[in-house]
């Protein structure tokens, strides 16, 4: 007995925010779904940065059509204003989402996908193909049929590898007890790791300012305690940010905080440094050396940037550009070479579109290695995808954002404070008289940089020659 693609679910592998927004359309679309999560609870990737808090507020932070379903069972939005961190993102928004009874019988937990294919098809086979249900294998050995696969999975699990040449540096898996990935709980959960400890931070992204800025802090806290921060740039100027054409001023607020820590000696910076090896010590600690020079510490903080893992989706038929891993049709207008976070534009299911029908990866890893990626983006990316599969194609190409005049990143936040004040100036760098056109322009939405203190916004100087000027997600 065959079955019938129209008889399946959609399958949504993540429950994130990206994947329970897209569940939020299916249902609102009327069609079926199952969502996969590996983890025991929604967002369980999210709880892993629960201390940092987010730059945008919580406008930009919430599906539209979560917010419908959530505001019909009486929930209370918190105040649009706000910057939530992590944690409330997922304890205010994303549990009660994926607890609603419209999603909740529909979400899986502590169930990872090893693979997805069509059934009884490998990659070679053409004829039937898209009239075949995807089979979506389980790591308990169990087998889902569905109509068609949305993948947000998200890039977490996949962190970058310290080494320079984007393979592991020699000695790095030897030495992997002494590395942290991004976001560590410095003050929090995992302060004991480095506290009084001589730690180095690895990277050039806001992820490595977030770590640096909160170790600074403890050195003034715990005596003994010693950050170095190793950059592959001759210049910290890409993480110091730039002036404010480049569109860029919350970085910039960012660098001041570390220029001054840096040149207060709280923080030690290496440039033109790039890891090779990497050698456990008797004494418990552990060297990095650039064939030149070397570190020798006690902690690692490796905030290189994440990659997206492709592998459990190998038979399908994926058109993916060789450098960037995102669709071929998207890399060109992410590609952080030549855009930031804010020039990126609106885009949707055709951008997102594989040869294999039915197939879309949506939200962080849609990006592959681009660290440009927005939140609202990926709300977007999510209304646009389910209206294709409903077939309804004029929606799904109405691609549009929500653009204040001002833009999203034009907040003025205090430091130590949850609230932003809309008079400052936008690190997306759109004037505020400026109105922004519906369906192309600036996006908007969450800092990639997951700033745990917000920051008085500033403008410094311009990059240096041959610094690019990285991605306000990065």
Request: overall charge negative; some cysteine; glycine content about 12%.
């Amino acid at each position: 007995m065959s079955t019938r693609l129209e008889d399946l679910p959609v399958v949504v592998i993540g429950a994130g925010p990206v994947g329970l927004a897209a569940a939020a359309h299916l249902h609102e679309r009327g069609l079926p779904f199952t969502v996969l999560e590996a983890g025991d609870t929604p967002a369980a990737a999210v709880r892993q940065w629960s201390h940092v808090r987010l730059f945008s507020p919580w406008r930009y932070n919430i599906d539209a059509a979560a917010r419908r379903l959530l505001a019909e069972a009486g929930w209370v939005e918190p105040d649009p204003e706000r910057l939530p961190t992590g944690g409330q993102l997922a304890g205010d928004y994303l549990q009660p989402l994926a607890d609603l009874p419209a999603l909740k019988p529909n979400v899986r937990y502590s169930t990872r996908v090893v693979a997805v294919t069509r059934l009884g098809l490998d990659r070679l086979r053409t004829a039937g193909r898209e009239t075949t249900p995807f089979l979506v294998r389980l790591a308990d050995g169990t087998d889902l049929l569905a109509r068609a696969v949305i993948d947000a999975s998200g890039t977490w699990s996949t962190p970058n590898v310290l080494g320079a040449s984007g393979i592991p540096a020699h000695g790095e898996t030897t030495a992997a007890s002494f590395i942290e990935h991004a976001l560590p709980d410095v003050l929090g959960a995992d302060r004991d790791r480095f506290a009084g400890k001589r730690t180095l931070v690895v990277g050039a992204g806001h992820s490595a300012a977030n770590t640096l800025l909160v170790l600074a802090d403890l050195t003034q806290e715990v005596p003994g305690t010693q950050v170095t921060w190793a950059i592959r740039a001759a210049s910290p100027a890409r993480t110091y940010g730039g002036e404010a054409a480049d569109a860029l001023p919350a970085r910039g607020a960012i660098g001041t905080r570390l220029r001054e820590h840096v040149d207060a000696g709280r923080i030690e910076l290496v440039t033109g440094f790039s890891a090779e090896t990497l050698t456990v010590l008797p004494d418990g600690g552990v060297a990095v050396s650039d064939g030149v020079r070397t570190v020798v510490v006690d902690r690692i903080v490796a905030a290189t940037g994440f990659r997206p893992d492709h592998g459990f989706v190998s038979e399908l038929r994926l058109d993916l550009d060789p450098i960037m891993g995102s669709t071929r049709a998207l890399a060109p207008l992410i590609d952080p070479n030549e855009h930031s976070c804010g020039t990126v534009p609106p885009h949707g299911a055709d951008e997102l579109g594989h040869p294999e029908a039915g197939f879309y990866a949506i939200g962080v890893k849609s990006y592959g290695r681009a660290p440009t990626f927005l939140l609202a983006t990926g709300y977007e990316q999510a209304r646009s995808v389910v209206a294709a599969l409903a077939g309804d194609w004029d929606a799904a190409r109405d691609v549009q954002l929500d653009l204040p005049e001002t833009g999203v990143c034009n907040s003025n936040p205090v430091v130590g404070d949850d609230t932003v004040d809309a008079a400052g100036g936008g690190c997306c760098g759109t004037p505020a008289e400026v109105t922004v056109p519906s369906g192309r322009g600036l996006a908007t939405g969450i800092a990639g940089g997951l700033l745990s203190a917000p920051l008085t916004l500033v403008s410094v100087s311009q990059p240096a020659s041959g610094e690019q000027a990285g991605g306000c997600c990065g």
